[in-house]
T-cell receptor, first 111, second 115 residues
Framework: QKEVEQDPGPLSVPEGAIVSLNCTYS??????FMWYRQYSRKGPELLMY????GNKEDGRFTAQVDKSSKYISLFIRDSQPSDSATYLC???????????FGAGTRLFVKA | KAGVTQTPRYLIKTRGQQVTLSCSPI?????VSWYQQTPGQGLQFLFE???????NKGNFPGRFSGRQFSNSRSEMNVSTLELGDSALYLC??????????????FGPGTRLTVT
């Protein structure tokens, strides 16, 4: 079993829809939870990160962490065609431990 | 500030050959991490170097090796290439990835194709 599980999709939604992306994990030591966005032929770029549990909002993006269920989510409101990309979750225990990435979910937002 | 640069961007090699990839981190960053990205496995951690020392290592065979120079530039080497080594190799730069795992800046990657 992988430490981080993420459905690779693809996920196709119409413009303006609310998108929900999710990851589950097995390592209870994880404290840092990140979401990266990767456009075609580019490297991943950090969208948001959360330390420990709770929610974090940044514009149209909201990240949620539920440590009791070992489940994290990224919500995208009012999705735009420019949001079409691969979204990767990533987690780390910090303190020098390596970061573990999910497989990435390919998202297509249709105009 | 210039971003992370990786060279070459594309590479085609034959099975059995070896290859060296290069990464120049953001100025002032001392940590460089390498990842392999494939459609089936996603992003997998290879190793991290900090101040010329390997600080973390992933679960890859010994054919994969790396090093970091005093100017923080890093190289990774893959010997005896196999078809399964075809992937996008990403380098990530950080002031200290151990203390701030969210503060990793990725380069555009090197696309390696093994035939």
């Amino acid at each position: 079993q992988k430490e981080v599980e993420q459905d690779p999709g693809p996920l196709s939604v119409p413009e303006g829809a609310i998108v929900s992306l999710n990851c589950t994990y097995s390592n209870s030591a994880f404290q840092y939870f990140m979401w990266y966005r990767q456009y075609s032929r580019k490297g991943p770029e950090l969208l948001m990160y959360t330390y420990s549990s709770g929610n974090k909002e940044d514009g149209r993006f909201t990240a949620q962490v539920d440590k009791s269920s070992k489940y994290i989510s990224l919500f995208i409101r009012d999705s735009q065609p420019s949001d079409s990309a691969t979204y990767l979750c990533a987690m780390s225990a910090g303190g020098g431990f390596k970061t573990i990435f999910g497989a990435g979910t390919r998202l297509f937002v249709k105009a | 500030k210039a971003g992370v640069t990786q060279t070459p961007r594309y590479l085609i090699k034959t099975r059995g050959q070896q290859v060296t990839l290069s990464c120049s981190p953001i100025s002032g960053h001392r940590s460089v991490s390498w990842y392999q990205q494939t459609p089936g496995q996603g992003l997998q951690f290879l190793f991290e170097y900090f101040s010329e020392t390997q600080r973390n290592k992933g679960n890859f065979p010994g054919r994969f090796s790396g090093r970091q120079f005093s100017n923080s530039r890093s190289e990774m080497n893959v010997s005896t290439l196999e078809l399964g080594d075809s992937a996008l190799y990403l380098c990530a730069s950080s002031s200290d990835a151990g203390e701030k795992p969210y503060e990793q800046y990725f380069g555009p990657g090197t696309r390696l194709t093994v035939t």
